[in-house]
């Protein structure tokens, strides 16, 4: 519910949960479950899985998206 996937993103595995009002970044290859409200994008070349209520008021967000 309420999942934003952007382009060239990729969600392997029969067990791969996404959790409401999460957000998957662009060229993200995702292989785990993510919890609600989660925002996930590649960083540094690593995978970051972040909880989105935590940037309510911050400018970290802008630069993802």
């Known amino acids: 519910d309420h999942v934003t996937i952007y382009p060239n993103s990729t969600i392997l595995g029969g ?3 996404i959790g409401s009002g999460s957000t998957i970044g662009a ?18 070349k690593q995978l970051r ?16 998206i």
Not at 29 to 44: A, C, G, I, K, R
Not at 50 to 58: E, I, M, P, T
């Open 27 to 44: 060229n993200v290859f995702l292989m785990q479950s993510v919890p609600s409200d989660s925002l996930v994008v590649y960083e540094e």
């Open 15 to 17: 067990g791969t949960v």
């Open 49 to 64: 899985i972040v909880d989105k209520n935590r940037l309510v008021g911050s400018t970290e967000i802008e630069w993802f």
